[in-house]
């Protein structure tokens, strides 16, 4: 049972644009959202989180909403950035000490 | 450099072998993560330790089995491998095991190829 899901494998953006990531959970207990960023050969690493008392969290470039009605989450990139080229995770827990549920990612391509 | 070390980066075996993947949490840090990425697959969550103790099991195989030691790093042991064990093996750390809220410190991983 995949309890977050990322439904788009990969995404191809100019850079300048706005790259909109989205992932959808099904587990009404989540909440707090959490989206990582993995290059190859290195762990995901911590990018911006939302907790589900908010709709919208914003960090620099980065933007992240949540509708919690549809639970559905986005995260926005704007302007996209060469280096922004890497797999983005989805993820969620219930409670700051229960467990991490992580999406199969989305591989986002920056085209120069 | 994330702080959180994991060896060997690589590691080939045979099926039906036994493998120890290590992981050194950064440097503070209580508790430990064990994740598993298979091809196309997102980060399952194995097992969690804080401060030497179990405190959350995922979907860890039965021949599957962790430790974190005194010094705070922490081992996974993979028995009676299968090929289908294949797949990126990630440790996280984060200081207090709370930090579903603000995310977890992962190290570079162990890519295990069974053959």
């Known amino acids: 049972d995949q309890q977050v899901k990322q439904n788009s494998p990969s995404l191809s953006v100019q850079e300048g644009r706005i790259s909109i990531l989205n992932c959808d959970y099904t587990n009404s207990m989540f909440d707090y959202f959490l989206w990582y960023k993995k290059y190859p050969a290195e762990g995901p690493t911590f990018l911006i989180s939302?907790?589900?008392?908010?709709d919208k969290n914003e960090d620099g470039r980065f933007t992240v909403f949540l509708n919690k009605s549809a639970k559905h989450l986005s995260l926005h990139i704007v302007p996209s950035q060469p280096g922004d080229s890497a797999v983005y995770f989805c993820?969620?827990?219930?409670?700051?000490?229960?467990?991490?549920?992580f999406g199969i990612g989305t591989k986002l391509q920056v085209i120069p | 450099d994330s702080g959180v070390t994991q060896t060997p980066k690589h590691l080939i075996t045979a099926t039906g072998q036994r493998v120890t993947l290590r992981c050194s949490p950064r440097s503070g840090d209580l508790s430990v993560y064990w994740y598993q990425q298979s091809l196309d697959q997102g980060l399952q969550f194995l097992i969690q330790y804080y401060n030497g103790e179990e405190r959350a099991k995922g979907n860890i195989l039965e021949r599957f089995s962790a430790q974190q030691f005194p010094d705070l790093h922490s081992e996974l042991n993979l028995s009676s491998l299968e090929l289908g064990d294949s797949a990126l093996y990630f440790c996280a750390s984060s200081y207090s095991g709370s930090e579903g809220y603000y995310g977890y410190t992962f190290g570079s991983g162990t890519r295990l190829t069974v053959v």
């Open positions: 939302i907790s589900s008392i908010k």
């Open positions: 993820a969620a827990s219930s409670g700051g000490y229960q467990k991490v549920t």
